[in-house]
């Protein structure tokens, strides 16, 4: 696969998974009220830690448009990195509800 087509398809599938990040997070949020009154406050400080990487996230993603080739796979990794870390982000929130 040519460079080009193989970037285009992974900022693609980059970003379902961004998007689905993003509204998953946006699901755990809306869940609050949700949470016991003595788990609220573990569970606030998990939301504004995800938000932190929602950024970040938004921010190695942007980068992928202008990023040279040696940059590229760099940014790429960092990227799936940034999705595991919200991943294990979300496990952290279960257990807080739990």
């Known amino acids: 696969m040519e460079t080009q087509e193989k ?3 992974v900022k693609k599938e980059t970003k379902q998974e961004i998007d689905n990040i993003f509204a998953t997070l946006e699901k755990w949020k809306a869940k609050k009220d949700e949470v016991q009154k003595e788990s609220q406050a573990e569970y606030e400080a ?3 830690e995800l938000e932190s990487k929602k950024k970040d996230l ?3 993603y ?3 448009e202008g ?3 040696e940059k590229w796979n760099e940014i790429s ?3 799936s990195k940034s999705s595991e870390d919200f991943k294990k982000g979300f496990s952290k929130l279960q ?3 739990s």
């Open 95 to 97: 257990e807080a509800i």
């Open 7 to 9: 970037k285009v398809k």
């Open 58 to 60: 938004q921010l190695r």
């Open 62 to 64: 942007d980068e992928i």
């Open 67 to 69: 990023a040279t080739e």
């Open 77 to 79: 990794e960092a990227v």
């Open 46 to 48: 998990k939301i504004q």
